[in-house]
């Protein structure tokens, strides 16, 4: 399949932001490229739309399907696997910060609380402690946040943005008013 210049802009962007984000480029060219489409594909039409390799476009596809951004569908008269992702972005943004925190965030978390409480602590310095300390406070502080923010509907949470972004800049303008005195 052809595509438009623009769904092309989009995809390679998205690629080049992916490997940013430290996802390989083709993962995200074809996660791309089922979000732009809205409809499910076949390996091979995926190959041949993003000029990758076959064997490329099923590893990508693992990955995809184990951060759960993309799923196998079967449509009628065709053997094939194809596959598809949601278009509802805020499902989308919702998996990737789940499967970010299952990745990154939580094992973070178990380090840092398990250092804390383990002898060895002891033998640290009393600013190393507190640091890991900090740290975990940081972080436990950060992911009920984030908890909290993705239980809420789509509408609530753009409202809930919309009123901190207000307010960001409402403490900007007061801490750059001079003080009277």
């Known amino acids: ?67 759960r951004l993309a799923k196998v569908v079967h449509v009628m008269g065709d053997r094939r696997d194809h596959f598809e992702t949601s278009t509802d972005i805020w499902e989308l943004f919702k998996l990737i910060v789940e499967g970010r925190r299952q990745r990154e965030i939580d094992p973070t978390l178990t380090m840092l609380r398990d250092s804390l409480i383990s002898p060895e602590i002891a033998r640290e310095s009393a600013e190393t402690g507190q640091r890991i300390q900090e740290t975990l406070a940081f972080l436990e502080t950060l992911t009920t946040w984030s908890d909290e923010m993705l239980r809420m509907k789509p509408e609530t949470l753009m409202k809930a943005l919309g009123i901190g972004a207000k307010i960001s800049r409402t403490v900007r303008r007061t801490k750059n008013q001079p003080t009277k005195g």
């Open 1 to 67: 399949m052809k595509l438009t210049p623009i769904a092309e802009r989009f995809i390679l962007h998205w690629g080049e932001m992916g490997s940013r984000w430290g996802v390989n480029r083709t993962v995200a060219q074809i996660h791309a490229l089922l979000y732009l489409l809205g409809r499910p594909l076949a390996a091979d039409e995926i190959a041949d739309t993003l000029g990758v390799a076959r064997s490329n476009v099923s590893t990508s596809l693992k990955e995809l399907q184990s951060w």
